[in-house]
């Protein structure tokens, strides 16, 4: 049975299922138990009878104790005494927060209310808010109280807690929790507890198999440490996107798709919290749910992105547009889409091979404050050679309620909220791991061309930006595009002469181009300006140590700067392991070279950095040949 057929009969089960609920539903209309809300109705609406399962089943996940919705509906007086608020805010379709338009793609678990529920809650209003017989009032659902999903296999909380400042910006700030354990696991599920929700906008959470998000920990002198995820190396659990929003239901998950948590893995914790009026502490805790089972389904978290935003102020229709081509047949599964106060309409589509055209979502009223992830009714088929496009319209006039800036301001991209931002991230199946391999190389080169076409047009109206150049030149690395990398970031170095980082990374890229001697000359003066930063130590060792000419090969002076490297990141990294092996066998102590290859290797394997161990086992062979 292959994968998608097994994830195909799991879904339309679900969907039989659903159907089945629906004929029942239909049944019970046709006996009057659902639409009696007309003009003329014989039977009175009552709370415990025919509103409670609406409140209980799409309200209640927010408003009950300790969650972030201002009050409890959890009983009649509770209902009654908003009996009217409730009606307005349904009838405009306000609450319950659900922001795809209905009808226009079947989503599963949707919590907006059809017809038939909103009508029954006015008709309760109207004919005086009747409470009903008790033995009619249904039990709350399970999940009101406690874990949604049941008893997680493994709780963990923040180290310790945070306290939000009364009054300023948003903050988003990463929270690094050592996950425990000493065997590798498979996570089906995980459910985010924000302890204290009233204070948080949304969360995110990720993994890190290195020790680059604790060393930020560390260096910032609060819990946690400031700035974006792209700070480390913190990642996505492979094909998901983890995280939490006021409202958002937790997925069981499926036993098939779970995610592989190796020993010794951070969760790292990205909290985007509101000031309140007073200091808040918070303290949250995530609940893992295990798989029994190895995965066999791989899914893929695919994203298109547009970075050259810049709207200008009192703009009404400002539009971006993305395309991207699938390499391979997929399907998929969820998706979710980001932007910030100014967007107004969302849509994703997918044009087919044969000139179908099938739409992925549309949002026509975006709302920053209930962003959320949807996951399909049923898997949707993309053939190879599918182009998935986005389109976002974003209204930065005064006539905009949600915009921030009064008077607008021009906004462009960034990952402040006080920004812009336009992504669309859908979770796709591939049919085997040789497609996944492709997709993943595809939209990453992809992603790389537009990023580096967005970043020269930036640079165009700002030449002398430093920051500007030193991505650029990354970026143009991962291109293959080394020579153009040296010149960006030796625009850098004259914008920022005393900046280590630039001039490491000018360093390093002239390594890479053979121009050893200039090489170390910036890496020195790096290392001057900042001793204790692993990477010019590292770069420079490296030089040091295989250098062509021996009256400039220092194997000691080799030894000495890895050895330096590797105590900074903790012997943990296996490119400065790495590094610190080719010293000593360029030393001729090959005992040392191999113990120190081998350590590499494991923890290069332990990260999945297959491509590095691959590098390093070769040169591993050869020290153990030079043994012999």
């Not at 004929?23 to 019970?28: D, F, H, Q």
């Not at 009747?130 to 493994?154: M, N, T």
């Not at 906008?201 to 060393?215: G, K, N």
Request: glycine share 6%; with cysteine.
């Amino acid at each position: 049975m292959t994968k998608f057929r097994k994830l195909a009969i799991s879904f339309s089960v679900l969907a039989v299922a659903g159907a089945i609920l629906t004929l029942l539903c239909e049944r019970m209309r046709q006996r009057g138990a659902l639409a009696d809300h007309v003009a003329g109705a014989k039977r009175r609406v009552t709370f415990n009878r025919d509103i409670a399962p609406i409140i209980f089943n799409h309200c209640a996940v927010c408003h009950r104790p300790g969650q972030a919705a201002p009050f409890n509906l959890l009983g009649y007086e509770d209902v009654r005494r908003r009996a009217r608020e409730i009606v307005k805010v349904t009838q405009s379709r306000f609450m319950p927060p659900w922001l795809p338009e209905p009808g226009a793609v079947e989503f599963a678990d949707q919590r907006g209310l059809n017809a038939d529920q909103v009508g029954l809650i006015k008709q309760w209003a109207a004919e005086g808010a009747v409470e009903g017989d008790s033995a009619e009032l249904p039990a709350l659902p399970k999940g009101v109280e406690g874990w949604q999903l049941g008893e997680p296999d493994l709780v963990v909380r923040m180290t310790e807690p945070y306290t939000l400042p009364a009054d300023g910006k948003d903050v988003y700030r990463n929270f690094v929790i050592p996950i425990p354990g000493s065997a590798t696991r498979y996570v089906r599920a995980v459910e985010f507890r924000p302890e204290n929700p009233k204070i948080v906008h949304h969360a995110v959470m990720m993994i890190d198999r290195t020790p680059s998000s604790r060393m930020l920990d560390e260096q910032d002198p609060g819990p946690g440490f400031g700035g974006g995820m792209s700070m480390g190396k913190a990642q996505l659990p492979d094909g998901h996107f983890p995280g939490w929003t006021p409202g958002k239901m937790p997925f069981k998950g499926i036993e098939e798709m779970a995610w592989r948590l190796e020993k010794d893995t951070d969760l790292v914790i990205q909290l985007h919290m509101r000031p309140s009026g007073k200091p808040e502490v918070i303290q949250a805790a995530v609940g893992f749910f295990f798989s029994s089972q190895v995965p066999t389904l791989h899914p893929y978290a695919f994203v298109l992105r547009h970075k050259s935003i810049d709207i200008p102020p009192g703009t009404k229709d400002y539009t971006v547009n993305e395309t991207i081509v699938l390499p391979v047949d997929v399907e998929a599964l969820r998706v979710y889409p980001h932007a910030h106060y100014l967007a107004r309409e969302m849509r994703a589509s997918a044009a087919l091979p044969d000139g179908t055209v099938r739409l992925l979502l549309l949002i026509k009223n975006w709302d920053f404050n209930w962003q959320d992830e949807y996951r399909y009714a049923r898997p949707i088929f993309l053939p190879k050679g599918t182009a998935i496009s986005m389109r976002y319209t974003y209204d930065n006039s005064s006539n905009n309620i949600r915009n921030p800036n009064h008077p607008p301001r021009r906004v462009v991209y960034g990952q402040s909220s006080s920004d812009e931002m336009a992504e669309l991230m859908l979770q796709l199946l591939p049919r085997t791991d040789e497609d996944l391999l492709t997709l993943k190389q595809s939209a990453a080169r992809q992603e790389l061309l537009k990023d580096i076409s967005a970043r020269e047009q930036r640079l165009k109206a700002e030449p002398n930006d430093a920051k500007q150049h030193v991505n650029l030149g990354l970026r143009y690395q991962q291109a293959g595009k080394n020579e153009q990398a040296v010149t960006h970031f030796r625009r850098a170095v004259e914008s920022e002469p005393d900046s280590p980082r630039t001039l490491y990374l000018l360093g390093d890229a002239l390594a890479k181009e053979g121009r050893f001697d200039e090489a170390l000359g910036r890496l020195k003066q790096s290392v001057d300006l900042k001793p204790d930063q692993p990477e010019p130590l590292n770069a420079a060792a490296r030089i040091l140590a295989t250098h062509f000419d021996a009256s400039v090969r220092n194997p000691t002076l080799a030894i000495n700067l890895a050895t330096r490297a590797a105590e900074l990141t903790g012997d943990q990294d296996p490119g400065i392991l790495d590094t610190l092996a080719v010293a000593y066998a360029a030393a001729g102590q090959l005992e040392s070279a191999v113990r120190i290859a081998e350590k590499a290797i494991q923890i290069a394997k332990a990260a999945q950095a297959h491509e590095i161990a691959s590098g390093i086992q070769k040169r591993l062979d050869s020290y153990k040949q030079s043994q012999r």
